[in-house]
């Protein structure tokens, strides 16, 4: 069954305050390197009372991993690991303190999946990590605060006859908030699902990764999403081999919780790309195709397979398109660029997007590769080492000389 978003009418309307910040989001270049993440939802407190989209679908998925532990915990077999891993935790917690402070029902059903020790110790460490960023990111914001009430207390004692301007004050401009941005970006998307070249992400390989590799495969789609609504020339986006009930897709569905709105600029579908368009149309981008894309053809409709395969990298994306019988087609990463040893050219997923976007914009392969991060390259790995070579020669005369 499809669930393919449909536009409402006065989503193709576009307020007269857009003219007021149509010149400042929109440029000619493209700015590389900054947070796409950046204006796709806003989170709210946990409070009841905060009844926002964000907090009712989170509580949503959080009342259903309760109950499914709740049931995987009726098997006696199941209870045993639970109570065992339990007293892992706490082990870990004391011995290398990267274990978060509580641990959600998602967490658990997570960890009760996991095989691997290391896998758990891993997965563990992970959550502790965006537990810190959560909590540096707070203690921040509210250090500004405390910096902006502290100017705000020094003018106001200011004695002056001329009137003060800037924050608080007056001020020629208006402020742009948030929300505003956010319709502005998704404005632009609009346009884009009608005229614009579609580009297909198969998100049909969610049993073939682990459940942190699906959550980082959903964080990289979100990129996606974001850097193609900024970008000037967005694509028109397809995601196909939708699956709701999968990691993948809640964990998409939780930070952007408008994702399955009817008006939301986007197009998903639980039918495969073979019935939605037209198959000698389709090329599949994978890094095992012998063939080279030379050039972006605006006829053609690219897909990406949306997959993490940190663990155990298999072709997959290849084996699925020779057995659909797709053609195939590869960046051309070692025809234009020096890759240093041991480098990996598997891309992530919102890396391969904003190559497609400035090649197609600029139809030339040294803007777009700009994607690739320098660390890679074989030159960054010679200045690296030539680094790491002068440190040692002068720890050495250091010790030398003492």
Request: glycine fraction near 2%; include cysteine.
């Amino acid at each position: 069954m499809s669930f393919t978003k449909k536009l409402s009418f006065s989503a193709l309307i576009r307020p007269v305050q857009d003219k007021a910040v149509n010149s400042l989001f929109t440029s000619s270049k493209q700015i590389h390197y900054i947070n796409y993440s950046v204006l796709i939802t806003r989170r709210c407190s946990t409070q009841p009372e905060c009844q926002n989209k964000s907090y009712v679908v989170n509580s949503k998925y959080d009342l259903e991993d309760a109950k499914k532990l709740e049931e995987l915990l009726e098997d006696p077999k199941t209870l045993i690991l639970y109570e065992k891993l339990k007293l892992e935790v706490e082990h870990i917690r004391h011995t290398d303190g990267y274990v978060p402070e509580k641990l959600k029902h998602r967490d658990w059903i997570l960890l009760l999946s996991i095989t691997s020790k290391g896998q758990r110790r891993g997965y563990l460490e992970y959550r502790w990590k965006i537990q810190r960023k959560v909590e540096n990111r707070l203690v921040k914001k509210l250090q500004k605060q405390k910096e902006r009430e502290k100017l705000f207390e020094i003018q106001s004692k200011m004695e002056s006859d001329h009137i003060v301007y800037g924050l608080n004050h007056n001020s020629m401009f208006i402020r742009i908030s948030d929300s505003k941005m956010n319709h502005f970006y998704n404005s632009k998307l609009i346009p884009a699902m009608m005229f614009e070249p579609t580009v297909v992400f198969d998100v049909g390989y969610d049993k073939f990764m682990s459940p942190h590799e699906a959550m980082n495969c959903a964080k990289q789609l979100i990129l996606s999403y974001s850097a193609n609504r900024i970008h000037i020339d967005p694509f028109n986006l397809y995601f196909c081999n939708c699956d709701k009930s999968g990691i993948l897709m809640k964990h998409f569905h939780k930070t952007v919780p408008t994702l399955h709105d009817l008006d939301f600029p986007i197009n998903m579908t639980e039918q495969s790309y073979l019935n939605v368009f037209d198959k000698n149309k389709l090329i599949y981008l994978t890094a095992n195709a012998k063939k080279v894309l030379h050039k972006f053809d605006p006829n053609m409709v690219y897909i990406i397979g949306a997959m993490v395969d940190k663990y155990d990298p298999q072709p997959l994306s290849f084996a699925k398109a020779k057995k659909e019988g797709l053609p195939m087609a590869r960046l051309p990463l070692a025809e234009h660029l020096e890759w240093g040893t041991g480098s990996g050219k598997n891309l992530p997923i919102n890396q391969v997007l904003q190559i497609l976007l400035d090649l197609r914009h600029t139809n030339d392969w040294a803007v777009a590769l700009e994607h690739i991060p320098k660390r890679k390259l074989k030159q960054a790995r010679i200045d690296a080492q030539e680094r790491l070579e002068k440190k040692r020669a002068e720890i050495i005369q250091l010790l030398q000389n003492q």
